[in-house]
């Protein structure tokens, strides 16, 4: 019979049963009767012959149990009583284990959405991403389009390479015009994708591959949803995307968000429709790296297998174009470890180790503290174990008694920190929001709950019960009944036993707790360090503002009125102190690379990358951002577009390509090897330009007035808070064109503080600190506790030794020389654990910090004298024993 | 903790004659203990009850089935049947305890000589 069923039958089964029971002694009366026994006597014969009606009722019922299930079931219950009737206990380790379990869930959600969760698309695991990295340089670059086109060519026989740049601009529909960040798509981006559109179509291959192609758009979910209001009918619809007509094919699904980590794109455009205009380079020139790449390799290609192949194409690439491949080398990464760019790829083992690694170390001190306080409990239980034993109760059966009880404890923490967790996760996700959004990509980072969340969870809770439970589970399962009967109180029978358990938990608890601390210290050390880098400027009281005419149809020249108009118009304004254009704003927007040759030297210099980053600039950019000047001058007014091309190199890059020479007046061209040339007017100090990085990086500057670009930042210094100054430029703006658009708009500050700055060190600071404070506290608990039950157990004995004449040193040693080993055990492991473990995430931590022996040597003195006081509370209760009062107690 | 109605019989035993006595005929559990009583001249002291316990542990393991219906002295009773599971169980102890008899009869008859 299905045992299911047997659980749900067995009202009827034994009714029938005791049917059965009532009709044979009945049968057997009758038939005493029918042999001429008197009734009465019959019914007793028949009940004597039968046997003890209620035992055979109760075995038979007994066959159709499933034990363990049903003792499991009664042990749940048993365990529910016993915490509901010591609720202080229960309510100290809920919140315990909350804490512990609500932390890992928050980190873990977090991380699942940002490494684990794949791109929604059929097959995600082939999709990697194709990262150009250059000689001399750890950044990774994008690709040129002929790049592309001979990757795409030579590896198409085990992948599928599709490319997009992201863009910004503006989409209108009947003259109300919205900003639109959009990617621009090769035409088998959907189709290697392999996604199928919500509405209409997506592009197909072919259609606008070439430049001047009629305009498509697709549209992202969201953007529809808001802008169209959902309407089908939108497919077909003539807009307007930064000034040229396009018209709408489809939306894509509901899912999909792009292939850009975090953001929702609003659309999709054909690279080729878009990259228009005569004097375009897009489509020859190497130089200009705007693509990211990404491919969707055969099934069953690794990625080992993917960049063994890909090598191959590099090499044979490099043989091809010997003058721009020079160095090159490509490295294929999964898209889930190319979050949010390639570069962070070998940053993600120490992220993913920090951010899994410390909230479990979180979770084990809570656990070792709960194990503790379930061996003091398992203690003052132990008379009521060794009555059970007595009465035959069996060791396995309470151990599971004991286990049903942890396991019930870390299913009411693990809800309670589930709970903890999502708030944790709310308050953490609006504050992450404030930092990384910009103004025009919406953010979404997607840290919902998911069956991998839910599965984390429930697997912490699990082995929270068995850790947990186990010791005292195993404990309560070796109670000896004649002893633990026998002794005149239940403490007694304790002393001998189990002190060796409470010792290590009290080791492990400490070396835990120190080494957060210690991990603690040193990312905020290693922030400190970043937050008093040499940025190379001075970001207080300096606003950036972001335009791009070209996106409203400006050309060259009315760009250039429009710009000079606008610095004229912020310069008169009250407070400004200066107002200067820019081209790549640091730490946010790096701007362009090229590729550099020096006149009089065809081989590039051993130590030079493979291409230089450089921004253009106006004369007094140097003056508004506070660069210095070593050498040299700055740009004049007269380094017209008829002038003589000059340059600023900064330190690092004068060094690298005129080791020991005077930079000045020296010439290179970052066009050929045969020129045209530029001079170097001036030297200037080094400064962060990508992302904070303790090496320094070679950088260059060319005038704006000699190298146009639409898109340009506004810099503007002022005395007044610079806040404030938001508004103000932007009434310049309107002033000049109300229809110009801010692509972006922040102090240098906020840049500073952002996502290339020192956004990554602060919020690694501030998690482990915050998750030190938590370890700490716990840890301070558990020595506390350990302490007083040793001192509550010994009252006896001190009061017996004071009686005799110890004085009271003698019992402060003598509590704390027992109280104190394991502290310094713990220290020990702690330091060594810590050496280790800062080893492993040596890329998160900049400058000294890594082996700063002073942050060894503060933070375990100051733990060590916190846990002196924690243990010292109780010894002194100790000290205070008054013998007399201890001997009549018992 | 051994049942005391068990003490005379080794484990298995009252099964083992309870779907021996099933295999002749379908029986109703008074019948059942009257004829196993009957049957072995009185000798088994088991107590009636103790036949209950066996048979909801041979009903579990489907080894036998059970129905209600009317006796041919109209009373209400559940017939027991032997199923082919059942039959094939019968078979196998039959044969092991015959073994382990004539195992213990050569050391009786050993024992004695």
């Excluded at chain 1, 044979?316 to 190319?338: C, H, M, T, W």
């Excluded at chain 1, 942890?406 to 920190?417: K, R």
């Excluded at chain 2, 009373?75 to 195992?103: N, P």
Aim: hydrophobic content about 45%.
């Amino acid at each position: 019979m299905n045992r299911l069923k047997q659980l749900f039958l067995r009202r009827r089964l034994y009714n029938d049963l005791s049917d059965e029971i009532r009709e044979h002694l009945e049968e057997k009366i009758e038939e005493l009767v029918a042999n001429g026994i008197p009734r009465r006597e019959a019914t007793a014969a028949a009940r004597r012959e039968f046997g003890n009606v209620t035992l055979v009722e109760r075995d038979s019922r007994e066959a159709w149990r499933w034990p363990s299930i049903e003792s499991f079931f009664a042990d749940l219950r048993f365990a529910a009583r016993i915490l509901r009737k010591s609720p202080g206990f229960t309510c100290v380790v809920v919140l315990t284990l909350a804490l512990g379990i609500g932390v890992n869930t928050a980190i873990f959600s977090v991380l699942n959405g940002w490494l684990l969760r794949p791109l929604p698309v059929p097959d995600p695991e082939q999709i990697m991403i194709l990262a150009a990295q250059q000689k001399n340089d750890a950044t990774a670059s994008n690709f040129s389009y002929p790049d592309f086109l001979d990757f795409q060519k030579q590896a198409n026989s085990f992948s599928e390479l599709f490319a997009y740049e992201l863009g910004i601009g503006g989409l209108s529909v009947k003259d109300k015009a919205n900003e639109f960040a959009y990617a621009a798509v090769t035409d088998n981006y959907f189709s290697a994708l392999r996604i199928h559109p919500f509405i209409g179509r997506l592009l197909i291959s072919g259609e606008g591959d070439k430049p001047g192609d009629p305009l498509m758009v697709v549209l992202g979910y969201s953007y529809w949803q808001k802008n169209f209001a959902g309407d089908q009918g939108c497919v077909g619809k003539q807009v307007l995307v930064n000034g040229r007509p396009a018209t709408v094919v489809g939306v894509t699904p509901k899912d999909f968000h792009g292939t850009l980590f975090a953001f929702d794109l609003d659309g999709y455009l054909p690279l080729g429709a878009l990259k228009t205009g005569a004097s375009n380079t897009f489509w020859t020139d190497r130089r200009e790296r705007e693509l990211t790449l990404l491919g969707r390799f055969r099934p069953g290609v690794s990625v080992a297998k993917a960049q063994s192949l890909i090598d191959l194409v590099t090499a044979r690439l490099a043989v091809q174009y010997p003058d721009s491949a020079n160095g090159l080398r490509v490295r294929v990464i999964r898209e889930k470890f190319a979050r949010p760019a390639p570069f962070v790829a070998s940053f993600v083992p120490s992220i993913v180790g920090l951010f899994l690694g410390l909230p479990a170390l979180v979770l084990v001190i809570a656990c070792l503290n709960v194990a503790n306080l379930l061996l003091v409990r398992g203690a003052s239980r132990q008379r009521e174990m060794a009555i059970r034993i007595a009465l035959g109760g069996s060791p396995s059966r309470l151990i599971r008694q004991v286990l049903s009880e942890s396991l019930l404890l870390a299913f009411l923490g693990g809800a309670a920190g589930m709970l903890m967790g999502i708030c944790a996760l709310r308050v953490s996700g609006s504050l992450l929001r404030s930092v990384t959004s910009t103004a025009n990509f919406a953010y979404r980072l997607d840290s919902r709950f998911d069956w991998r969340v839910f599965l984390c969870t429930l697997t912490a809770v699990f082995l929270t019960a068995v850790f947990v439970g186990l010791w005292p589970a195993m404990a309560s399962g070796r109670t000896d009944p004649s002893a633990a009967l026998r002794a005149s109180s239940p403490k007694d029978s304790l002393l001998a036993g189990r002190q060796g358990a409470r010792g290590v938990f009290v080791v492990l608890q400490v070396a835990g707790s120190l080494v957060l601390l210690i991990i603690a210290s040193l990312l905020l050390g290693s922030l400190r360090y970043a937050e008093h880098m040499n940025l190379g400027f001075e970001p207080d009281g300096v606003l950036n503002v972001m335009l791009d005419p070209h996106q409203i149809g400006y050309d060259e020249n009315r760009t250039n009125l429009f710009y000079r108009e606008l610095q004229n118009r912020v310069r008169s304004l009250p407070g400004i102190e200066s107002a200067s254009l820019g081209f790549a704003v640091p730490l946010m927007f790096p701007g362009h690379t090229a590729h550099l040759y020096v006149q009089g030297h065809p081989l590039p210099r051993p130590q030079q990358p493979r291409d230089t980053a450089f921004n253009l600039v106006d004369p007094s950019y140097f003056e508004t951002m506070r660069i210095p000047l070593l050498q040299g001058r700055l740009f004049a007014d007269a380094d017209s577009d008829t002038a003589p091309p000059v340059a600023i190199v900064n330190q690092t890059l004068a060094n690298t390509l005129w080791p020991g020479e005077n930079p000045l007046g020296q010439r290179f061209s970052f066009t050929s090897s045969t020129g045209p040339y530029i001079s170097v007017v001036g030297v200037a100090r080094d400064g962060q330009y990508f992302f904070l990085s303790p090496d320094p990086q070679p950088y260059f500057y060319l005038p704006l007035s000699q190298n146009f670009t639409s898109f340009r930042s506004l810099q503007v210094r002022s005395s007044l808070p610079v806040e404030s100054l938001g508004n103000t430029v932007n009434e310049q703006l309107r002033a000049i064109d109300p229809h110009m658009p801010v692509i972006d708009s922040r102090t240098m500050r906020q840049v500073v503080d952002g996502l290339g700055g020192t956004f990554v060190f602060r919020l690694a600071a501030s998690l482990a600190g915050v998750l030190g404070i938590v370890g700490l506290a716990l840890a301070l608990v558990g020595v506390y506790g350990v302490v007083s039950f040793l001192v509550c157990l010994r009252t006896h004995e001190v009061g017996i030794r004071m009686a005799i004449g110890a004085g009271r040193s003698d019992i402060l040693k003598l509590i704390s020389g027992q109280s104190l080993r394991p502290v310094l055990a713990g220290l020990f492991v702690g330091i060594v654990l810590a050496i280790l473990l800062a080893r492993a995430m040596a890329k998160l931590l900049l400058g000294l910090a890594r082996t700063d022996p002073l942050t060894y040597a503060v933070v375990t003195i100051l733990l060590a004298a916190v846990a002196l006081l924690a243990s010292y509370i109780p010894t002194r209760r100790a000290m205070r024993v008054d013998p007399m009062e201890a001997l009549r107690y018992e | 903790m051994k049942k005391p109605e068990q003490r005379d019989l080794f484990p298995g035993a009252l099964e083992m004659m309870i779907l021996r006595t099933l295999k002749r005929q379908p029986l109703h559990g008074y019948a059942l203990v009257q004829h196993i009583k009957r049957t072995s001249n009185d000798l088994l002291q088991i107590e009636e009850g103790s036949l209950y316990p066996a048979l909801q542990r041979l009903l579990k393991e489907d080894l036998v089935k059970a129905e209600w219906s009317i006796s041919s002295t109209n009373r209400r009773v559940r017939i027991y049947k032997l199923t082919a599971a059942g039959a094939r169980h019968l078979e196998r102890q039959v044969s092991s305890f015959e073994k382990m008899l004539e195992g213990i009869t050569r050391v009786l008859a050993r024992g004695e000589s």
